[in-house]
């Protein structure tokens, strides 16, 4: 199985002020069709996961451009440039090259 | 509108099956892949495992082998697990999802409890 890591695992900001978690897989998440499946969620507490982010970089309908990924092979970075209020929550990666499909650990983003 | 709608919480005794529902509507249920991610209290989404569209061919993560099965009816769009011989730490939300977790259902919780 794919093992995903995530770091930090808890992450204070400041309102307005930039955030940044990264996510390494074991093994590179390109796939035969020259795609990288590397996801990003959101999820509040009580709430479903919300995907932000596929193939590394793309955007999911509704989810503000403040969010921003980057990355490739093993390597990846969600960015949010000012976070806002309703940011906090955790976050997690995700591969979906192959199943099972694994999960980071998440990542509590949380305002100072 | 597009969405997935679970089955209400649970409770079942140490031992027992569960068996969970997940109806989708506002789309071609029959064209996509689906699976189920679990979530323990307080900790991070575990995939269970998907089926393919026809629903003829499943895959399941190697924990819940032997004691999980996934199913679809089309004609209902209905998707659903079947968890057998649940113990305490099977206590959980479970979550059914969209082809690449696109979509995902409110969750259903599962305690289990003697």
């Known amino acids: 199985d794919v093992v995903m890591t995530q770091s930090p695992l808890s992450l204070p900001v400041t309102l307005g002020q930039p955030a940044s978690i990264s996510c390494r897989s074991s093994q590179s998440l390109v796939s035969t069709d020259g795609h990288t499946c590397l996801s990003w969620f959101h999820q509040r507490p009580g709430q479903s996961p919300r995907r932000l982010l596929y193939q590394v970089s793309n955007r999911d309908s509704g989810v503000p451009d403040r969010f921003s990924g980057s990355g490739s092979a093993t390597d990846f970075t969600l960015k949010i440039s000012r976070v806002e209020a309703e940011d906090v929550g955790f976050y997690y990666c995700?591969?979906?090259?192959?199943?099972?499909?694994?999960f980071g650990q998440g990542t509590k983003l949380e305002l100072k | 509108q597009v969405q997935l709608v679970q089955s209400g919480a649970e409770v079942k005794k140490p031992g027992a099956s569960v068996k969970l529902s997940c109806k989708a509507s506002?789309?071609?249920?029959?064209?996509?892949?689906m699976h189920w991610v679990r979530q323990a209290p307080g900790q991070g989404l575990e995939w269970m495992g998907g089926?393919?569209?026809?629903?003829?061919?499943?895959s399941y993560a190697q924990k819940f082998q032997g004691r999980v099965t996934m199913t679809r009816d089309t004609s209902t769009s209905t998707l659903y697990m079947e968890l057998s011989s649940l113990r305490s730490d099977d206590t959980a939300v479970y979550f059914c999802?969209?082809?690449?977790?696109?979509?995902w259902g409110q969750g259903t919780l599962v305690t289990v409890s003697s």
């Open positions: 999802a969209r082809d690449y977790a696109e979509l």
């Open positions: 995700m591969q979906d090259k192959q199943w099972p499909y694994t």
């Open positions: 506002g789309y071609t249920f029959s064209s996509y892949y």
């Open positions: 089926i393919n569209p026809s629903g003829d061919s499943t």
